[in-house]
Structures are given as structure tokens and as C-alpha cells.
């Protein structure tokens, strides 16, 4: 099975803009989270979708919001952007519980966002 | 916010030599993971420990959970330079709920 893809890999923008970042999960995961990382605060946990349903919410202002289609594919957007939105942020699928789990979250290699 | 701590944050050793990762958390938990990161990329599934287990092994990694003292180590025997990466723990409060990462381990591995 393909992994978890990410686009863009790298992005630039400026103060004020918006962006959204895609996250297609591993064919048959219907549960999607995405992660900020950054030097400063490390992995912090955004949000998480399932059945396109926004089922755990992280401590992030509204700026931060999320989607997720009916084939699982996700996006997230940032709006109104601010110089400590620069980070590299990470989507991860799950395989469904029913199959015994243990299997952890499969990441996808990221977006570089880099705020000017 | 992050749910532990993972000591020591950064580990300097030889090819060959074993590595050892303590992590720390705070609540009680349903799981704990352990995750690799090279260099700016996206994060590896090393291995899950539940809170009933005590000890876990796959090929080179032991892992160990004391839910008493809210703790977990990550083992690494017989390093290798391609070892050499960050790692983290994660722990599940509920089964397939958020991850909450303590801050990693910088290891590194010299040929």
C-alpha cells in the first residue's frame, strides 16, 4: 500500500495570507490527525478526523481548522497567518481499531511551512 | 502541552554499543509508542506497549512500561550509524485518540 502523502512538502508564505495543506491517507485508514512541530514546542497534537467528523480537537486557536472527505483525504487551514505558524506539520492515519490494533499512527513526510 | 519527559535529550555513542531513552508521562494511559524522526522528516512507528504489558521486544528495540511510576525505556542494541535520529515517546489516553509526544531524544551514532 502507498504511505501517507502530503502536499505541498514546502511552503512559503506571508504574514496575513491563508494556506491549506492536503494529507491522503493509506487506503482503508478512515482516521486522520495532523501535528505542529515545531523547535520551540515540539509535537502538538491539531486535530483529528474520522468518517469526516472532527472527533478530537487540540488546543490551537480557530485560526487552525480541518476537513475531511468522504475518501478519507483530509486538509487543514491555517488563516490569517502569524510568524509562529512556521513549523512543520504532520498528517498521520490510522488503521481501523477493528483490526486488532497495535499498530501505532503512519505519518506522512510532512509540510514545511515557513512564515515570512 | 507535552505529556512527558524523555531523558536524556540528546545521547552521543558508538556503532555497537547500546542506547538507552527514558521517557516520563503524567496521566494514565491507555498505550505508549515509541516514534523515530530523521532529520526533519515524518515520524517512524517503532513499537506499542498497552498498559497491561511490561515489556515488549521487536528485533533490536526492549521496550519497558512501569505504569507505577509513569515511565517507559527504549532500548537500542548493537547501534548502527543509520540509527541515528530522534526519538520519541507517545502516549494513548484512550484507545485511538490523540498522541501526546514528550520532547525526544537526540541520538547519534558514530561509525
Known sequence: ???VTQTPRYLIKT????VTLSCSPI???RSVSWYQQTPGQGLQFLFEYFSETQRNKGN??????GRQFSNSRSEMNVSTLELGDSALYLCASSPPTTSGGGFGQFFGPGTRLTVL | SQQGEEDPQA???QE??????????????NNLQWYRQNSGRGLVHLIL??????????GRLRVTLDTSKKSSS?????SRAADTASYFCATEETSGSRLTFGEGTQLTVNP
Do not use: D, V, W
Open chain 2, 74 to 78: 527504549l532500548l537500542i542494541t548493537a
Open chain 1, 60 to 65: 490551537f486557536p480557530g485560526r487552525f481548522s
Open chain 1, 27 to 29: 487506503s482503508g485508514h
Open chain 2, 49 to 58: 506497549i498497552r498498559s497491561n504489558e511490561r515489556e515488549k521486544h521487536s
Open chain 1, 1 to 3: 500500500k502507498a504511505g
Open chain 1, 15 to 18: 504574514r496575513g495570507q491563508q
Open chain 2, 11 to 13: 545521547l552521543s555513542i
Open chain 2, 16 to 29: 555497537g554499543e547500546n542506547a538507552t531513552m527514558n521517557c516520563s508521562y503524567k496521566t494514565s494511559i
